[in-house]
């Protein structure tokens, strides 16, 4: 691994099921985050993380929620995906809330 | 809601030519960071400047920051076709964190 990676790279998803979207960094950054990308509306911050074991709201939380049990890994979960959360999802991390983000490739949702 | 908006939305300019996009924001910053997205790609960090500086450069690229505007612009000179892609501002401080809200990105096109 080199970097920051996320997994699938595509899904399409039936309206109500639940998706993990995975991230993993080996960079040992501190803080993680989730953002989703929509024609026209930039990239909006969904969770983010400072450090391991704790966990923030950004801008559009609701319908997802996230986990970080460790420094690497920080998962976004769609409990029950709705069409609303087509999107493509990007993963990020930084040494420090602020500083340089570095970004993994995306994940492309759509859910119908 | 957008901290950084950038402007143009849309540029076309030909190889060769000298491309500038603008940013504008709203709140108090602690620095500002400018972001490449090439297509069906994550975002790539260009470089950060900090609330305390006026200009910065990383070669081709030339940043500009004034804070009594609230503004900063991003200038690549002696553009190529692999300069094609859309241009993110981002800043931070928005609503006292440190978490970064990017504008809806200029789309850069470097013509033949």
């Known amino acids: 691994i080199a970097g920051i990676t996320q997994a699938p790279t595509s899904q399409i998803l039936a309206a109500g099921r639940r998706m993990t979207l995975r991230c993993t960094q080996d960079?040992?950054?501190?803080?993680m985050y989730w953002y989703r990308q929509d024609l026209g509306l930039g990239l909006r911050l969904i969770h983010y993380?400072?450090?391991?074991?704790?966990?923030g709201k950004g801008e559009v939380p609701d319908g997802y929620s996230v986990s970080r049990a460790n420094t690497d890994d920080f998962p976004l979960t769609l409990a029950s995906a709705v069409p609303s959360q087509t999107s493509v999802y990007f993963c990020?991390?930084?040494?420090?809330?602020?500083?340089?983000?570095?970004f993994g490739p995306g994940t492309r949702l759509t859910v119908l | 809601s957008q901290q950084g908006e950038e402007d143009p939305q849309a540029l076309s300019i030909q190889e060769g030519e000298n491309a500038t996009m603008n940013c504008s924001y709203k709140t108090s910053i602690n620095n500002l960071q400018w972001y490449r997205q090439n297509s069906g790609r994550g975002l790539v960090h260009l470089i950060l400047?900090?609330?305390?500086?006026r200009e910065k450069h990383s070669g081709r690229l030339r940043v500009t920051l004034d804070t009594s505007k609230k503004s900063s612009s991003l200038l690549i000179t002696a553009s190529r076709a692999a300069d094609t892609a859309s241009y993110f501002c981002a800043t931070d401080g928005y609503r006292g964190a440190q978490k970064l809200v990017f504008g809806q990105g200029t789309r850069l096109t470097i013509n033949p």
């Open positions: 993380s400072n450090t391991a074991g704790t966990t």
């Open positions: 400047i900090r609330s305390n500086e």
């Open positions: 990020a991390s930084s040494d420090g809330m602020g500083d340089e983000q570095f």
């Open positions: 960079m040992r950054h501190n803080a």
